[in-house]
């Protein structure tokens, strides 16, 4: 019986991981990576190294503060200050709406680029997939197996792109340690990509999946950080080989001249110009695979912070999740494609970020949330700190140069 319990558990750790990653890693994400790799070309590999360090900074403290103390990202903050966990459901619950529809719209992408599918018709297969999925006897489970054999996937395509257009790896590694982009440019692109990776719902994925399995208290510290460590690499080793994609298209290279990509659709564009139509199948194949663990993060994120509000959400959750998902695919199917609005939430949700970062810091130093013998890390409440600091104020200077991105 031990033997199968810790059988789940290493199986509930995991599958947080590849939650939190596969989340992350949304059309939006391809979509940023893309765009910011054209602009900045290896310069972006800086934004890609500073936005990692913060992120694992978020992560390290928001998995700590909710696992430790059992409780999802809404109720820690109702007991820092009454009613604040309502602000902040209905920022996430939102935030995760807009992303989701177009989480929906990079599905039908996918089904049109992979399979020549028209995309009024793929918005309404990826939304069935994803609710098929809660629909399914064990929905945890099925989520779990999706995201660990999606993400598998993307990492493996996306690594034959690379290996086909032979990116200049040294360049890269070198402007990585010292851009030359400005740091006007650099600033929206680190920004957009924290909140894109780390902001909004995202930062509650995997930490709610562990409260979801019981996997909490301060006796399972070791594993609960092991899961988001590894949640993190997962995210993190698919922007650097895209980044590596994408930037043996944008730059010459000695075996091909340097192209300025579709602003339209930039990494489908990059796939295709470095790697023929094989590329721009695999573009496809990777697109879809984003879209639709994403849309399963999303909608599965967003209605957890609802249910500890209401005994009815609570008991009929999966429906809720089916229901988000379902409003998701219509608004995406009346709205058309927001492929700026990808990018745009992303930045949005890093604004976010400051504020529910913040949240569980005050938290962290609270014995009525952590429990009387909880000592939170100093080097890590410091840290956060930064992070809350730095990332309040690259969204306030930054909410100006926003729109440039869009030009």
């Known amino acids: 019986m031990k033997k199968e319990n810790n059988k789940k558990s290493a199986s509930a750790l995991i599958g947080a991981a590849f939650l939190m990653a596969t989340s992350a890693i949304g059309p939006g994400f391809l979509t940023q990576t893309g765009k910011f790799t054209d602009s900045l070309h290896g310069s972006f590999g800086f934004v890609i190294l500073i936005s990692v360090i913060l992120a694992a900074i978020v992560q390290l403290n928001v998995w700590r503060v909710l696992c430790v103390s059992g409780m ?208 721009y199948r695999f573009f496809g194949l990777v697109i879809l695979c984003a879209a639709i663990t994403s849309i399963v993060g999303c909608a599965y994120t967003s209605v957890s912070f609802l249910k500890t509000f209401s005994k009815t959400i609570e008991k009929n959750e999966k429906w809720f999740i089916v229901g988000f998902i379902a409003i998701s695919t219509v608004c995406m199917a009346l709205a058309g494609q927001p492929a700026v609005l990808l990018v745009l939430a992303g930045a949005l949700n890093g604004l976010i970020l400051p504020i529910t970062l913040g949240v569980c810091l005050i938290a962290s130093q609270k014995k009525s949330v952590m429990g009387e013998d909880y000592h939170h890390p100093v080097l890590l409440l410091v840290l956060g700190i930064v992070v809350v600091v730095v990332s309040g104020y690259l969204g306030i200077t930054s909410l100006s140069s926003l729109s440039a991105l869009f030009a």
């Open 72 to 279: 999802r990202g809404q109720d820690v903050a109702n007991k820092v200050l009454p009613g604040l966990g309502y602000v902040i459901a209905f920022l996430v619950v939102a935030g995760g709406l807009v992303f989701n529809i177009g989480n929906v719209g990079g599905g039908a992408l996918g089904f049109n680029t992979l399979l020549g599918i028209p995309t009024t018709v793929g918005y309404f297969i990826a939304g069935a997939i994803a609710i098929i999925v809660f629909l399914s006897k064990n929905a945890l489970n099925a989520m779990d197996n999706l995201t660990k054999i999606l993400g598998g996937i993307m990492i493996l395509v996306i690594f034959i792109v690379i290996l086909i257009v032979q990116p200049p790896v040294g360049m890269a590694a070198k402007e990585t340690i010292m851009p030359t982009a400005s740091m006007g440019d650099i600033f929206p692109a680190i920004l957009t990509l924290l909140g894109g990776t780390v902001g909004g719902y995202i930062t509650f994925a995997g930490a709610h999946r562990l409260i979801d399995s019981g996997i909490t208290g301060k006796e399972n510290l070791k594993e609960i950080n092991k899961s988001s460590v590894m949640g993190m690499g997962i995210a993190t080793i698919v922007r650097i080989f895209l980044f590596l994609a994408v930037l043996g298209v944008v730059v010459a290279t000695a075996t091909s001249p340097a192209h300025t990509l579709d602003a339209a659709n930039p990494t489908a564009d990059a796939f295709l110009q470095g790697a023929g139509q094989i590329g």
